[in-house]
């Protein structure tokens, strides 16, 4: 996704999970795994789960990580620990390929680096930021980017687009909220604007002042939906929300309740629910960066009954490392249902999270066809 431009929920969400996944590998966390699951994690070779345990060989007495590209063994050779040193203990050695003893060190160093982009002003060199952490420059920005889903140049500009957007919406000139954003001057700020933000700078510290929005409320198999749509097509589509929250996110648009304007797309809503297996095709107007919405194109490809991973989303966008990108493109989804976030579950089968509740996610699977697997108790 080099070039594209994260938002503020994005931002907020890559750290959030950042700081999650370091304390998701504690032993309590990493002693719930069962090898079932561990070994379905070394066959997808899925680097998401490198660090929570390795796999050792007992025919060649050498220990793995998930993701090692060696040729996988037979399962009833290997055995499962939670630590590299148990597996020392246990009389394994490490593997010369995959090196499962640096994933700890690697990890670390990453979230050494998002700490210091995120304390820092303005960009920092490559060479300085690997040089702090303790990395060759391209070696450390092959680690960040697959441990992110993307470089730290590129986030280190989401980070400050995202303080930019913050600081429109509450500075009373563009010019300082470009300079408190970390940005050299308004010209660089300007020459993105459209692309970050879809809209001049002012309109966004505006609200987006000149849309109009049409909302209604209906009535679905999963509780009350609201759908909202401006003139090109479904802007939003969610649940437990109603046109306060509409307003609240569109704070400066003209917000107004549907008048017959957009029933044929409340119609069509409704039985996107109710009979997902012959979901009509509804214009959206909805956009994010070349990342999400790639993201968004490669859901609506999933057939209806059928499930795909974080794994497999991110290698059909032709990025295999950025899991916890693609989980946050998942998450920012605006229009649930119909671009269905909800047909990607984790690569162990279990339902993985869900912005409107794990229960109207295992009824979306159910009514497809589809019989969720709750790992976990979620």
């Known amino acids: 996704m080099q070039g594209g431009w994260w938002r503020s929920s994005e931002i907020a969400t890559l750290t959030a999970s950042r700081r999650m996944h370091d304390r998701s590998h504690s032993p309590n966390v990493i002693a719930m795994i069962d090898a ?18 390795v796999g050792a060989v007992r025919t060649t007495g050498i220990y793995c990580k998930p993701s090692c590209p060696a040729r996988h063994p037979k399962r009833e050779h290997v055995e499962f620990f939670t630590t590299p040193h148990e597996a020392q203990g246990a009389g394994y050695r490490a593997c010369m390929r995959c090196h499962p003893d640096e994933v700890g ?19 920092l060199l490559l060479a300085d930021l690997a040089r702090a952490v303790g990395y060759a420059p391209h070696h450390f920005q092959r680690l960040f980017t697959r441990d992110i889903g993307i470089s730290p140049a590129a986030f280190a500009r989401a980070l400050r687009a995202w303080r930019a957007e913050r600081g429109l919406e509450q500075a009373p000139r563009v010019t300082d909220a470009v300079y408190e954003a970390g940005y050299e001057g308004p010209s660089q700020f300007y020459a993105d604007a459209s692309e970050r933000l879809g809209m001049t700078p002012s309109a966004w510290r505006d609200g987006g002042r000149g849309e109009t929005i049409r909302w209604a409320v209906a009535d679905s198999p999963l509780g009350p939906m609201l759908i909202a749509a401006t003139a090109k097509g479904i802007c939003r589509l969610s649940f437990d929300e109603d046109h306060r929250d509409l307003g609240r996110r569109f704070h400066k648009a003209t917000i107004l309740p549907d008048d017959g304007t957009i029933a044929i797309l ?113």
């Open 105 to 123: 060190r690697d990890r670390a160093a990453v979230a050494r680096a998002v700490e210091l982009i995120e304390a820092s002003g303005s960009s």
């Open 266 to 378: 409340v119609q069509g809503a409704v039985k996107a629910v109710s009979e997902p297996s012959s979901m009509p095709d509804l214009p959206l107007d909805v956009a994010g960066t070349a990342f999400q919405e790639a993201v968004w194109q490669e859901l609506r490809r999933i057939p209806p009954g059928e499930t795909r991973s974080y794994a497999q989303i991110a290698a059909a966008v032709g990025k295999p490392g950025a899991v916890r990108a693609t989980g946050s493109a998942n998450g920012a989804n605006p229009v649930a249902v119909l671009v269905p976030c909800h047909r990607v579950v984790r690569s162990d089968g279990g339902l993985g999270g869900y912005a409107y509740g794990l229960e109207r996610k295992r009824k979306l699977l159910e009514a497809e066809g589809r019989e969720p697997r709750d790992l976990f108790g979620e």
């Open 36 to 53: 079932d699951t561990a070994w379905t994690a070394f066959e997808a070779r899925d680097r998401a789960r490198d660090g929570e345990f």
